[in-house]
């Protein structure tokens, strides 16, 4: 993976819809991103409504949960049928799955750069998560962008190996 870097984000707080489940009930995950996607407006205090946020965390087994979020500040109220989420400062790696490329390939690329860096993927205390190597996924995803070919930015919570 020759387009990745480290970096810092700050903490920040998150509104949208919440989709827990299996990898076979993915197709409904899609439609829970699609219809926020169409909510955006409704987000008064959106950071950046041109960007949407998918926060994965491997918390179900055989599944994940899933936060189809937009970055909102503190003036924004949850609305109706809408979740919270807070994102406390964390590094991480962070590259971008180009359109045109294979999404698995990227991911694959991911997990062979963490195998072979001094960083490993973070897992908050006492949480469980059932996928070891990438236990909290989040991903940036342009609003306006082809669902049949998509571009996105990954970023990876990490820490460095003691």
Known sequence: MSDWR???R???RAVGMKWEGTF?????????????????DELEHAVNRDVQLGLSYHVVE?????YSVFEVTDDQNVLDGMV???VPEWTYMYTKHKKGENVVQTYN????????????????AGVTYYDPYLPIKHEYYPTDQDPDDQ????????VKES
Do not use: C
């Open 62 to 66: 055989n599944g994940f949960a899933h």
């Open 10 to 12: 700050p903490a920040y």
């Open 24 to 40: 076979q009930e993915v197709p409904e995950l899609k439609k829970v991103i699609h219809q926020m996607r169409q909510r955006v």
């Open 151 to 158: 571009h996105f930015d990954i970023l990876i919570p990490v």
């Open 109 to 124: 690329n991911l997990h062979q750069w963490l195998h072979d860096s001094e960083y490993q993927a973070l897992k908050e």
């Open 84 to 86: 919270e989420i807070q």
């Open 6 to 8: 480290i970096v810092t």
